[in-house]
Antibody, heavy 121, light 108 residues
Framework: QVQLQESGPGLVKPSQTLSLTCTVS??????????WSWIRQHPGKGLEWIGY???????YYNPSLKSRVTISVDTSKNQFSLKLSSVTAADTAVYYC?????????????WGQGTLVTVSS | QSALTQPASVSGSPGQSITISCTGT?????????VSWYQQHPGKAPKLMIY???KRPSGVSNRFSGSKSGNTASLTISGLQAEDEADYYC????????FGTGTKVTVL
C-alpha cells in the first residue's frame, strides 16, 4: 500500500519561498510508471493542481503558477519536493502530494493527508 | 483554465439517488474522456471515486456511477447513505488538470 506524507514549515512570510517535501513509502518513485503531483486547496475552497514530476526529473506545471513553481525529485530518499516562490496570503492553503496512474490525464489514486501552510508576517 | 462548474449543494434522503453535474467546455470535459470524481470528508484528503468518466476503482461501492454528455459530466449516487455526506469534486484533463468548484452532499 503506497503512502505519501507531506512535511515542511506551516508558516511562511510573504515574499519568501514555500518549501514542502513529500515522502513516499510502500513503493519506489524510481520504479517509474507514475507521475507525482502537488495539489492545493485554499481554505474552504476547491482543489488546484500545481504540477507533477516523473522519476526522471521531467516536470509539467499548471500554467497559472508556472513562473513561481519548482518541483524536484530525490529518488535516493524516495521523496519529491515543491518550491513556490514569492508567496502572498493567496498562497495560504492545504498542500497535498498525490500519485497518479502514469498517463496523461490519469486520476490521482493515492494522496497524502495534506499540510496547512499559512502565509503571514 | 477556469474551474469546472458544479452546484454548491445537493441533498437527498437515505435510499434516494442524487446526481451532481460538472460543466466544463469543449476544451476540457468535452474533449477528453478523462473526467474523475473525488469524495472529501471534512479534514481528510480527497478519495478517488470515479475515473475516465465512468470507471470505478477497486473498493469503491457500485452505488457510485459516472457519465458524460457533451461538456457536462455527472456523478450519480444511488441508495444514498449517511456516510456519503461529503464534498465531491470533479476533475478533467485539459492539457493540465482542472478541478470543479465542489458540491456539498447532505443526507437529510
Amino acid at each position: 500500500q503506497v503512502q505519501l506524507q507531506e512535511s515542511g514549515p506551516g508558516l511562511v512570510k510573504p515574499s519568501q519561498t514555500l518549501s514542502l517535501t513529500c515522502t513516499v513509502s510502500g513503493g519506489s518513485i524510481s520504479s517509474g510508471g507514475y507521475y507525482w503531483s502537488w495539489i492545493r486547496q485554499h481554505p474552504g475552497k476547491g482543489l488546484e493542481w500545481i504540477g507533477y514530476i516523473y522519476y526522471s526529473g521531467s516536470t509539467y506545471y499548471n500554467p497559472s503558477l508556472k513562473s513561481r513553481v519548482t518541483i524536484s525529485v530525490d529518488t535516493s530518499k524516495n521523496q519529491f519536493s515543491l518550491k513556490l516562490s514569492s508567496v502572498t496570503a493567496a498562497d495560504t492553503a492545504v498542500y497535498y502530494c498525490a500519485r497518479d496512474r502514469g498517463y496523461s490525464g490519469s486520476p490521482f489514486d493515492y494522496w497524502g493527508q495534506g499540510t496547512l501552510v499559512t502565509v503571514s508576517s | 483554465q477556469s474551474a469546472l462548474t458544479q452546484p454548491a449543494s445537493v441533498s437527498g434522503s437515505p435510499g434516494q439517488s442524487i446526481t451532481i453535474s460538472c460543466t466544463g467546455t469543449s476544451s476540457d470535459v468535452g474533449s477528453y474522456n478523462l473526467v474523475s470524481w473525488y469524495q472529501q470528508h471534512p479534514g481528510k484528503a480527497p478519495k478517488l471515486m470515479i475515473y475516465e468518466v465512468s470507471k470505478r476503482p477497486s473498493g469503491v461501492s457500485n452505488r457510485f456511477s459516472g457519465s458524460k454528455s457533451g461538456n457536462t459530466a455527472s456523478l450519480t449516487i444511488s441508495g444514498l447513505q449517511a456516510e456519503d455526506e461529503a464534498d465531491y469534486y470533479c476533475c478533467s484533463y485539459a492539457g493540465s488538470y482542472v478541478f470543479g468548484t465542489g458540491t456539498k452532499v447532505t443526507v437529510l
